[in-house]
C-alpha cells in the first residue's frame, strides 16, 4: 500500500522487495527515486504477499530484510519499514531489522485486543531476535469524535501507556481516505485538511521524541566517557 500511494504502479515494475528478501537481488538496484516528498522507496509487488510462504524454508530467516537493508545503513539517516497489519514472517522481519517501532491503533474494542497481541511480540522479538528494539510510540488514528467509543479506546490506551502515547490523534477523514487514490500523501494532496494537519503535527511530535532521545544518548555517551576515565 505504500507503494501504490506514493504513485507508483506496482503492475509493472521490474524489481521489487520481494527479488531483494527472495532472490538476494541487491537492494539498491530495487530502490526508485520518488518525486513525491523526494523519498527513496524499495517497493513491493502483490509477488510480496506470496513471499511469506517461500520465506519458511529459507535459511535466517527472520533476517532477510535486515540483511537486505545492511549495505544501505550509511546511505540514509533514516529508514522507514512500512510493515503490514499482520503478526507474520514479514512482520517479524520488520521488527527485526528495526531499532524502533511506532503502532497504529485505530480506536475501535478490536484493535486493543490485536495491540496486546502485537506488544507480545515485540517484546519476543526482543528478547530472542533483536534486543536493541523498543516502542517509540503509540498514534491514535480514525477517530470519531463523535462517538464515546472512540473516546473510551483513546483513554484506556493513554491508561495503560501514559507515556508511549503521542498526544496527536489522527481523525478519521475523507481526504485521508482520498488522498492514496490520487498516489499522494496527505501532506501534498490536502495538507490543510483535518487529517492533513493532524499528520504535520504528529510528525513535529516525532521529531521532538527524536531529539530528546538524541541528547539523552549523547549524555550517557559522555557519561560512559567519564567512567572509563
Given amino acids: 500500500n505504500a507503494t501504490s500511494s506514493l504513485g507508483v504502479d506496482k503492475d509493472n515494475l521490474p524489481l521489487s522487495l520481494y527479488d531483494s528478501l527472495i532472490r538476494e537481488v541487491p537492494l539498491s538496484q530495487v530502490i526508485l527515486f520518488t518525486k513525491t516528498l523526494h523519498l527513496d522507496l524499495a517497493p513491493s509487488t502483490p509477488s510480496l504477499a506470496g513471499a511469506r510462504v517461500e520465506m519458511v524454508h529459507l535459511p535466517d530467516r527472520e533476517r532477510l530484510l535486515l540483511h537486505a537493508l545492511q549495505p544501505l545503513e550509511e546511505r540514509y539517516d533514516d529508514i522507514i519499514i512500512d510493515s503490514p497489519p499482520s503478526l507474520g514472517l514479514l512482520t517479524v522481519n520488520a521488527l527485526v531489522a528495526a531499532r ?104 513535529r511530535e516525532i521529531k521532538e521524541r527524536v531529539e530528546v532521545l538524541q541528547r539523552r544518548r549523547r549524555v550517557l555517551e559522555r557519561y560512559r566517557s567519564w567512567k572509563e576515565v
Fill in 100 to 203: 524502533e517501532v511506532i503502532i497504529p491503533v485505530q480506536c475501535e474494542y478490536l484493535s486493543l485486543e490485536g495491540l496486546t497481541h502485537l506488544l507480545q511480540t515485540i517484546e519476543l522479538v526482543r528478547r530472542a531476535l533483536n534486543p536493541r528494539l523498543r516502542l517509540f510510540g503509540l498514534v491514535m488514528t480514525m477517530f470519531d469524535g463523535r462517538t464515546n467509543l472512540s473516546r473510551q479506546v483513546v483513554e484506556e490506551v493513554r491508561r495503560h501507556f501514559p507515556k508511549r502515547v503521542f498526544t496527536t490523534v489522527i481523525p478519521r477523514s475523507v481526504r485521508l481516505s482520498e488522498a492514496p487514490s490520487y498516489g499522494e500523501p496527505i501532506s501534498t494532496y490536502a495538507p490543510r485538511s483535518p487529517g492533513g494537519l493532524a499528520y504535520e503535527a504528529l510528525a
